[in-house]
Structure formats: structure tokens, C-alpha cells
């Protein structure tokens, strides 16, 4: 356990759905972190929170859109997604963006049909 | 830009000692990581370095030259729950924004043998 949750950890949607990913950490840290494994793939980042502000966003499709409410909370809606999106999306929290070590969830497993 | 490569696959027997190597081609540098990960499951840390030299953990020690550009991990007295993909992660330099990102390579699945 690394303090870091992920809700669904699986997941199979149509093409046409709209579903959302959420991750939830118990660390008191203040930067919250999207990433994309795929297979074969270094871990690509997707979307940094810092505070609940987004500070960097890697020129990801708009189909995809994140959402931080709190310091504690970060969520990853999706909706018409492509079948090349199917992957493992993690999600991972730092006690800032200044401090590296990051500790990472168990991932959400996402088919797109 | 950013580059860091890694072997992709290694097998190596329970009981011996295994190397995994990573170099690095970023642009500024502000330390190196080395992440676990057993698959279906998250990264977890294993080690950070980011000065020039060895830093032992237990089994596991990480070694950085950064005039190199080269890191690697060691694994002594292999057990078969060290079976995982071994991730490097650099962070290049401050992106700005106050962000720091990790660049990570593909990782190294290392398989542990009887």
C-alpha cells in the first residue's frame, strides 16, 4: 500500500462512453500526477496538479480532461475515447512538484472498444 | 530531448547478483530514480541519486555518473519476488510552472530463475 487509490482498477468502455478515473491520496501531499503506461512504452505524463491548480499539461487530447476539487482528490473524465487509449493509467502524488519522489497508485486498467 | 535507454529483458538465476544498467541523454539534470514495478501493480521508490557515486540499500544499491550519463541498479542475493520491471525515471531540470517532471525509460523486465 502506497497511500494512493484508484477507482476502477478495471475498466471496459464503447467508444461513445463517457466514464472517469479517480485517485485518491491519504499523504498530505499537495501535487497530484497523471501518467499513460502502454505496453512497450516508457510511463508517459499526462497532467501535473499543484494545489489543486494544473501546472502541466503534456498536449493531451482533449477527450481526455482532468478535474483536482481538493488536494486530495484527482480525477481523469473520459468520453469518445480511441482504442489506441486502452492502457494503464496511474495516478501518483508528491508532497510538491519541487520534491521528486513520487508515490503512485495501483493503476486503472483501460480497454476501449 | 529527452532520452533514456534501458534493456529491455534480463534473466538471471535466484541466489546471484544482476546489474541493470540506464543511460541518459536530458537536457539539465536533477537526479535520477530508480522505480519496482511487479506487474498489475504500482512503481514503488527504490532508490534516488543525484550525486556522482554508490548508494547501497540493503540488497539493492544504485550507482550514478553524471560526466556519463549512466546509472545502474544492483540486485544482490536475488529472490524470485525481485521477478519485475525495473523503471529509470530522470528528472531533467526544473520545467518551470514550479513543476518538476519525470522522464522515465521503458523499464527492464528481469526475470528471476530457480
Known amino acids: 500500500e502506497t497511500g494512493v487509490t484508484q477507482t476502477p482498477r478495471h475498466l471496459v468502455m464503447g467508444m461513445t462512453n463517457k466514464k472517469s478515473l479517480k485517485c485518491e491520496q491519504h499523504?498530505?501531499?499537495?501535487?497530484m500526477y497523471w501518467y499513460k503506461q502502454s505496453a512497450k512504452k516508457p510511463l508517459e505524463l499526462m497532467f501535473v496538479y499543484s494545489l489543486e491548480e494544473r501546472v502541466e499539461n503534456n498536449s493531451v487530447p482533449s477527450r481526455f480532461s482532468p478535474e483536482c476539487p481538493n488536494s486530495s482528490h484527482l480525477f481523469l473524465h473520459l468520453h469518445t475515447l480511441q482504442p489506441e487509449d486502452s492502457a494503464l493509467y496511474l495516478c501518483?502524488?508528491?508532497?510538491?512538484?519541487?520534491?521528486?519522489?513520487?508515490?503512485f497508485g495501483p493503476g486503472t486498467r483501460l480497454t476501449v472498444l | 530531448g529527452q532520452n533514456i535507454d534501458q534493456p529491455t529483458e534480463m534473466t538471471a538465476t535466484e541466489g546471484a547478483i544482476v546489474q541493470i544498467n540506464c543511460t541518459y541523454q536530458?537536457?539539465?539534470?536533477?537526479?535520477l530514480f530508480w522505480y519496482q514495478q511487479h506487474a498489475g501493480e504500482a512503481p514503488t521508490f527504490l532508490s534516488y541519486?543525484?550525486?556522482?557515486g554508490l548508494e547501497e540499500k540493503g540488497r539493492f544499491s544504485s550507482f550514478l555518473s553524471r560526466s556519463k550519463g549512466y546509472s545502474y541498479l544492483l540486485l544482490k542475493e536475488l529472490q524470485m519476488k525481485d521477478s519485475a520491471s525495473y523503471l529509470c525515471?530522470?528528472?531533467?531540470?526544473?520545467?518551470?510552472?514550479?513543476?518538476?517532471?519525470?522522464?522515465f525509460g521503458k523499464g527492464t523486465k528481469l526475470s528471476v530463475i530457480p
Open positions: 501518483a502524488s508528491s508532497q510538491d512538484t519541487q520534491e521528486n519522489e513520487q508515490f
Open positions: 499523504l498530505g501531499h499537495n501535487a
Open positions: 525515471a530522470v528528472s531533467p531540470a526544473y520545467s518551470g510552472a514550479g513543476s518538476y517532471q519525470l522522464t
Open positions: 541519486n543525484v550525486l556522482d
Open positions: 536530458t537536457s539539465g539534470f536533477n537526479g
